[in-house]
Nanobody, 119 residues
């Protein structure tokens, strides 16, 4: 079982920056693929960025060049550095941990943190 707690959301002006953090409890954090997803009002949840146990990453086209995902396995924490924020980045951001083991898929979500980009 993995518990995820996000922090770092808030209100920021367009062009500003925020750093989200997601602290994970439990063991084997380093073997999980960690992801950040977001959901805006009236829209489906979408992948923002993902980092695998190998440290390979992928990003949604809408955030490439502006957002950076990273992980610190010693602290069981994954980060999302968000720069050059736009109003369309406004959403609830969720942390996700996932792994496949012996044909069993483990998938966990945090409670979400609100990011609002507005002047």
């Amino acid at each position: 079982q993995v518990q995820l707690v996000e922090s770092g959301g808030g209100l920021v002006q367009p062009g500003g920056s925020l750093r989200l953090s997601c602290a994970a409890s439990g063991s084997m954090f380093s073997i999980y693929t960690m992801g950040w997803y977001r959901q805006a009002p009236g829209k489906q949840r979408e992948l923002v960025a993902r980092i695998r146990s190998s440290d390979s990453t992928n990003y949604a086209d809408s955030v490439k060049g502006r957002f950076t995902i990273s992980r610190d396995n010693a602290k069981n924490t994954v980060y999302l550095q968000m720069n050059s924020l736009k109003p369309e980045d406004t959403a609830v951001y969720y942390c996700n941990a996932a792994r496949l083991s012996s044909q069993t898929y483990y998938n966990y979500w945090g409670q979400g943190t609100q990011v609002t980009v507005s002047s």
